[in-house]
């Protein structure tokens, strides 16, 4: 699978600058902050994960009732091509909506045209920022303890391999 050219940054309402080999951290939000009927969670949380390992390499994503964090490094094709933020986002936000709105029976918008997305600087900590996202819903009073949150995944835990 080959990676569509990316520019070093594409615009659509706002700026979104790509950092060669630098993490990602997105944001995005249901449309009119729409709150997600528990039971898609799962799967909009699937679609997030979908192309870790072969696009990008994901350290945390959360689905909140009204949005998600994910962050994760672009990764590169066979022909060293970096998969675009715009192609990886396009593909999980695209299908997790067409999912969403077969399995509610329903159609229209669920996610908000744009997302939020920010290049960690050299001098962030990737570990520190994951777990600042995945202390989301202990901050909201959804849970007490992170690891009581279902629609979670972090690569040090989730992901690591027994």
């Not at 706002?14 to 997105?26: A, E, M, N, S």
């Amino acid at each position: 699978m080959g990676a569509k050219p990316a520019k070093q940054t594409y615009e659509r309402n706002l700026p979104h600058i790509q950092g060669v080999d630098r993490p990602i951290f997105v944001t995005f939000c249901t449309y009119e902050r729409w709150i997600l009927p528990e039971e898609v969670r799962d799967h909009v949380l699937r679609h997030c994960l979908h192309d870790h390992g072969t696009k990008l390499w994901m350290h945390a994503a959360i689905v909140m009732p009204d949005h998600s964090h994910l962050l994760f490094t672009r990764m590169n094709d066979t022909t060293g091509a970096t998969f675009g933020l715009a192609e990886i986002m396009n593909g999980v936000k695209g299908a997790s909506a067409h999912t969403v709105n077969r399995l509610l029976k329903r159609k229209g918008h669920v996610w908000q045209d744009e997302s939020f997305d920010h290049v960690l600087r050299c001098d962030e900590n990737l570990r520190l920022k994951a777990e600042y996202i995945c202390e989301n819903p202990v901050r909201q009073n959804l849970v007490k303890s992170v690891d009581e949150y279902r629609w979670i995944w972090r690569e040090w835990t989730e992901g690591a391999v027994p």
